[in-house]
């Protein structure tokens, strides 16, 4: 069996969530099981992170305006009510984190990851899609403003 | 070679060897911020010795022009084949451009591309990184080819 290969990433992703959480986002946040689908998924925020090495992949954070503001207030320690470019920078910093945290986690298992440069998408109408056959792990997380998803997409590329 | 010559050496071998399009590049300058309206966007990350971001931005009919040629089909709307052959022509432009960063491209690896398509969208990069765009002309419509490009220390 090729290294990794009984990697629980649901379970990664949420102990990197959870441990940015506790470090920088003084808010109450609790991980739910993985889901099937991104069928519920809605967001005003979306921050893309790429990462490469063993896996080629990508970590998305989709956050709705409630869970984006208060994700930002929490780490900024003020009030925030609109999407703006403090809230790109927090939720992107969120997202350098997380992967932060799996890469440290995979490495565990002898999976080299390296993380390219985020970027946020807003808009009122635009989706985003992985090429067909990506394999997909969504895990939803919610916070007393609502909930946020996040997303790791990936294919190996070595082993 | 600057970023805006990587672009275009990039580009133009693309398109006239996968594509079959001849694109005309403009000048060079920032990347659009958007918003992008009735657009198809591909992405694809960058990471290793060099990290960065390579982008793609297409009106809807240059997209379904490109994808009607890359596939030899005719496209009518932006459907999962416009946005695979985006995602992949992002791949393909990051894959040629990486070969002339590093020796080889070396020690640099891509993420899996990914398509944004929709009526109103805006893109930011939360990077500090170098960044530059070149505009080119389809005759079925127009496109810019973005890339931002970060020099880890050490």
Known sequence: MSAGADIDYAAAIAQATLDVFEMMIPLELTAEAPLASDAEIRAHVTVMLGLSGDLAGLLTIYCPQAAA?????GMLGMEVSEIDDDVKDAVGEVANMVAG??????????IGLELAIPSAITGSGYRITAPTGTRKTIVPFRISAGPFWIELKFRRTCC | MSMAEQIITATEEIFSTMIMLEATPGEPGAPPKGPFRNSVTGMVGMAGQVRGLLAIHLTEEAAKSVTGSFLGMDVAEIDDDVRDAIGELANML???????LTDNGKDIKLSIPSAISGAEYTIDNLAEAESTSVPFTLPAGTFTVELQLEHPAG
């Open chain 2, 94 to 100: 990051a894959g040629s451009i990486k070969m002339m």
């Open chain 1, 101 to 110: 945290g799996l890469k440290t986690a995979l490495a565990e298992a002898g």
């Open chain 1, 69 to 73: 503001c208060a994700i930002t207030g």
